[in-house]
């Protein structure tokens, strides 16, 4: 079946840079795209980006161009988020999430599997 | 300050049913842009109930179902239970971002 388990949680001073970790298994994790999502201590959900583990091709969302970076290993199954230059506000649970498709491969982006969070505390 | 507008709280007695609404713009769900939806109870992760407007994965029960008009979306739970009680969010694509946005998320208390 499906699993997708994340690395633990993470203490951070600000200015400081943190890399999770998600390991996905069950599925050929070559061709389903990976994304990250963030909420922030009783906050809603916030897209952070997403990778195609076949081709490494990578998006961000806007606001975290030029201080993220999504990595995979694709014979292992893993996805990878670093973010740098950390400040209070980037204090969230990260989840993994893998973004589901029909059996032809198309996909408005809906994400069916979900991992069980990563907690990044950045305090000083 | 979200694209995609929730109400912050709704809530119902058992068995009764509710309806929790996503209020987008012509640049997401009125693009068109699908909706999606998903549930989070007791702090857990976020689960999807239903993909692409209306439909609805293998395992979420049929209390849930979802509609989709105009720039407009809805999800709807019928025989309200005790273990539907939390936190619920709606997601699309917005063309002028380029990028999936969620709603700012509404918390179901069951009475």
């Known amino acids: 079946q499906v699993q997708i388990v994340q690395s633990a949680a993470e203490v951070k001073k600000p200015g400081a840079s943190v890399r999770l970790s998600c390991k996905a298994s069950?599925?050929?994790?070559?061709?389903?795209?990976m994304h990250w999502v963030r909420q922030a201590p009783g906050q809603g959900l916030e897209a952070v980006g997403w990778?195609?583990?076949?081709?490494?091709?990578?998006e961000l969302t806007p606001k975290f161009q030029g201080r993220v970076a999504i990595t995979r290993d694709t014979p292992a199954g893993m996805t990878y988020l670093e973010l740098t230059r950390l400040t209070t506000e980037d204090t969230a649970v990260y989840y993994c999430?893998?973004?589901?498709?029909?059996?032809?491969?198309?996909?408005?982006?809906?994400?069916?599997?979900w991992g069980q969070g990563t907690l990044v505390s950045v305090s000083s | 300050q979200f694209l995609l507008t929730q109400p912050p709280s709704v809530s119902g007695a058992p068995g009764q049913r509710v309806t929790v609404s996503c209020s987008g713009g012509?640049?997401?769900?009125?693009?068109?842009?699908?909706v999606h939806w998903y549930g989070q109870f007791r702090g857990s992760a976020p689960q999807l109930l239903i993909y692409e407007n209306d439909n609805r994965p293998s395992g979420v029960p049929d209390r849930f179902s979802a509609s989709k008009s105009g720039s407009s979306a809805s999800l709807t739970i019928t025989g309200l239970q005790s273990e539907d009680e939390g936190d619920y969010y709606c997601?699309?694509?917005?063309?002028?971002?380029?990028?999936?946005?969620f709603g700012g998320g509404t918390r179901l208390t069951v009475l």
């Open positions: 990778v195609y583990p076949a081709s490494g091709r990578t």
């Open positions: 999430a893998r973004r589901g498709q029909t059996e032809s491969g198309y996909s408005s982006g809906w994400l069916d599997s």
């Open positions: 069950g599925f050929p994790f070559t061709y389903y795209t």
């Open positions: 012509s640049s997401n769900i009125g693009a068109p842009s699908d």
């Open positions: 997601q699309s694509f917005d063309r002028d971002l380029g990028f999936w946005i």
